[in-house]
């Protein structure tokens, strides 16, 4: 019987091949995202004081369960991968679906999260958003910006995951099974990572 | 330190609850790992002891596998046990601020003996394959001047197991001990004031009580985690040893039942011991369900020790980790019951700095 | 501890890094409260880079890509780097 060990060591190649686009694709989106995040820094030194005032107005419990959130998930696909290797085929399937679930929470605080920044006025395109001062107009504009981006990544991550979970529940061949989910916990795993930048520039510093 | 007034900011209502709920999970996971590394130490260093004296391979292996449970990374050990000792000193320092400067004091003091600690454990942990490396190396064919040599680094070798392992128990009983105290005069705000002097923290029948229940805990939650994960799924048992199994099985299951046979009894002691400031109805509905986990427990492991089987230490592993996080739910809310009116405080102050704040900017 | 087969992988390693990745956020969280001198970020930004580096080496890393996660490592502590001397700079 071939072991899982020799599985990935004769599939080096189409492996590295797999995940080389995915990894250059991560390295210029996370030049992009550092590159925003520096500059919403950048404009904290400027206007010192409307950048406090505006924390103090975010939901501040609900940006670090959304952290929560997200590492679990990573934690989860992560197991997935493990459970895979183990060859439990149901186990891997029941994680990404964890994964997938959790995505769901993500999404729906995060809609909460709009619907009161914008209740209060801080959405731009409300009239309120407006009348601001720069500081604070400055503040929530790059919030939204990155905010949306990294929405539009974690939907991009719930396609691959809903993509995933169909191969698992299918059961195609083993080794497509693995390139698939290998590729998903990278991607994951990058979100993840981008969240720990996220949440700290924009709910902390 | 002075300090400590100038660099908190004033907080919010939301704020100090969020870092109230943050301070549980930091004790839940701290309090753990502190447990497991300290019981761990004391049996590892006791089986290995009565290994030497009674020349019993099996003790030696035990003491091995003991140790290697807490010992997975040196950084990741690190982490685990410094991040959330800052998290607690931090989340004091922010909701109590200066009325306690004895408590963050000894807190940042306990960071000096768990560092050294965790390092020992580690040396420990890696002294046993060189103190096996020697003994093989003495047994070859060399000349007299070599074997010298060798004898004098197996007894170096023997010696940095001992001193190593000592050292870290007493660092850790330390640590451990001063932590508990601080952990038990946050929770009575009455004695904030009057206590100045670290004897009067540290020598206290509270936090007496309190420690030998924290021991009792770590003690069962070893021999449970053990038992979990020498017989864990996808694990190879090996045939040959299934002597050293049937002993490692005894005594961890009679060491779990010892150990959670007297918790009712240092529990009750303990929540009689809560000063009447702390004390709040929720303590007393965690009360009642740490009884019903526990007697939870027991059965199952009773059962297991019957039947002679091993089925449900995930359970039992499971329900212990629920009944450490009532118990860092039960510390905190002892703690935020005493501490309200520090609280009300912070919070006007935090408040009037908002109304300062949005004038100043002009708005609303 | 012993016994382990050689055929399958650990769920251990993961959940400890998600341990720590969780602490490491506490702590973040907590000492956002607290100001420490002018680079009060720098000690949140190191938090953030020390869990971006666990994340990469624990759930991005595989025998197939250690080049450029070692890659992505090294872009992390430039980052630091940069954030250490943009503080010392102003």
Redesign the interface.
Known sequence: MVSNEQIVNDDFKNLFKVNKGLWIFILIDFLVFIGLLAYHLSNGFEYKNEFVFAKSQLLFSFGFFNTIILLTSGLTIGLSKVALFNKNNFLSTVFVFVTFMFAMIFIANRAIDCTYLLNNGYMFGSDAFSNLSVGLSSFFTTYFLIYFIFMIHLFAGIVFLVILLLNLIKDVDEKLKYIKLNFTVVYWSYLSMIWAFIFPILFLI | MEILE????P??L??I???SY?AT??YM?LLSYLGLLLSSTLLSCMFNRKGKKYINSHYIKLSK?LI??PT??LF?SL??VL??L??IM??Y??IVQASSQLVFDNLFFIIFLIVPAVLLIYTYKDSFELADISRLVNKTNETESKKEEFNIYKFKSIKLLTNSSRLAFYLLFASSYILIAAITLISDSSRWATSNSISSMLFNEATLISFLYFLSTSFALTSIL?LY??FKP?????ESNIKYQNMITKFFQNTAMIFLLVQPMLYTVDLMSIPKIALANSIFGISVLVMIVLLLIVTLLYQMMKNNHIKYRGVILFLFIGLFALLSIKVQVAFNTSAQLQVKEIISVYNAK?VI??E????K | MVNENQNNMNYGKYIIAWVVLILSAILQVVISGISLGSNSQFYILLLASISAFVIIAVYMTDKSNKLISNIFKGIILLELLFVIFYDFIN
Do not use: K, W
């Open positions: 100038s660099i908190i900011h907080q919010s939301q704020r609850e969020l870092l943050l999970i930091s996971i596998d290697s449970i997975f990374n990741a982490g685990i991040l959330p800052l998290s931090f989340v320092a922010q053990a994960l020498y996808n694990s190879n048992s090996d908002m704040t949005t100043q900017l002009g708005i």
